[in-house]
């Protein structure tokens, strides 16, 4: 007994916890030179432990308080549960998640994928390997996770997109209303880097896993989810696509980005 209770209290000793944590910091962006609004949630942590990370992106409107208190029930627990960071970057409301070619305070695309990832990689204890690293986001931030992870291809092994804007093509009149054009200018001008559905020949090379999920009474994004599934299906692009009940509001991705994470964590697990 006297040797058991030796051998839990050096176990003890040696392996010191860090209490669970909901870290607000402003990180510099060089490229846009200013800071960022980022909320960073840990596991508790312990010593010598590395841990996998995940990048959340909000929709249009958003914020990255709302996305932990509101949009994702419960994010503390999974973080803990999964053993995993959640990395939370303010998108500036609008910010399409893009290297804006017409605001260069709007860089967000590179402050996310690059100058994000490896301030997090260096002030925490990450597992730095694409097989550990995901990114995910709903609506603009469905087309922001998609849009960065495929850019930053070494850098996320997996990407997620719930109920995404994903076809610039058929936003018509919310081309404006969403303010897409103060970040990308005008849509008849836009190069095709910025279409989603043009992007297919990358992630065929990419090895890289998607996911795609929608409700289908989201009579603004259902149509084009669908077809993108459909196009990578027939290109033989590895993806998972999910419909459920549900329309393009908190009730329908509430139930979705929790869906999703669990599917991070077998990603996660499967790569190992």
């Known amino acids: 007994m006297k040797t058991l209770f030796t051998t839990v209290l050096l176990l003890g000793l040696t392996l010191p916890v860090c209490a669970q944590e909901i870290i607000h910091k402003k990180v510099l962006s060089k490229k846009m030179n200013k800071e960022i609004e980022t909320v960073i949630i840990t596991p508790e942590l312990v010593k010598g432990k590395t841990y996998k990370t995940v990048y959340i992106l909000h929709g249009y409107s958003g914020n990255a308080n709302r996305t932990y208190k509101q949009d994702i029930p419960d994010l503390i627990g999974k973080a803990q549960k999964y053993n995993t960071i959640y990395v939370l970057p303010d998108g500036n409301f609008n910010s399409w998640y893009v290297d804006s070619p017409v605001d260069k305070s ?12 490896d301030f997090i990689d260096a002030n925490y204890p990450t597992i730095q390997n694409r097989k550990s690293r995901g990114i995910l986001g709903w609506s603009m931030g469905g087309y922001g996770a998609l849009n960065i992870g495929i850019f930053y291809q070494s850098t996320f092994g997996i990407a997620g997109s719930s109920c995404g804007a994903l076809d610039f093509n058929r936003f018509g009149e919310n081309f404006h209303n969403y303010q897409v054009d103060k970040v990308l200018g005008d849509f008849k001008s836009l190069p095709k880097q910025y279409f989603t559905f043009e992007k297919t020949k990358q992630m065929a090379k990419a090895n890289q896993f998607y996911i795609l999920d929608c409700g289908t009474e989201d009579s603004q ?31 329908y991705w509430n139930k979705s980005l929790a869906n999703q994470l669990a599917l991070f964590e077998n990603y996660f697990n499967a790569e190992k």
């Open 106 to 117: 709007s860089q967000y695309q590179t402050f996310i994928g690059k100058e994000l990832v």
């Open 221 to 251: 994004m259902i149509d084009m989810n669908r077809d993108f599934h459909e196009l990578l299906t027939s290109e033989k692009i590895e993806h998972l696509y999910i419909e459920s009940p549900g329309s393009h509001d908190p009730k």
